[in-house]
């Protein structure tokens, strides 16, 4: 098909300065905001993230712990 591609999904990014209007913007915030249950601090994520990241690539080079 040719012509300009479609953009009936395409987001855009929030401007540095403040929206005039807020809801043009994707609604990316409010759904997430609305599925947390639990709310955990920077460090305890970014541990539980090197822990798992560290026991997949051990996984996956054969060096299981």
Request: no cysteine; charged share 30%; hydrophobic share 40%.
């Amino acid at each position: 098909m040719r012509g300009a591609p479609r953009r009936e999904f395409e987001a855009v990014s929030p401007p540095r300065r403040p929206l005039a209007r807020p809801e043009a913007l994707a609604l990316y915030a409010g759904q997430s905001s609305g599925l947390t249950e639990e709310v955990w601090p920077a460090a305890a994520v970014l541990e539980e993230l090197v822990a798992e990241t560290e026991a997949r690539i051990d996984h996956l080079s054969g060096r299981t712990k």
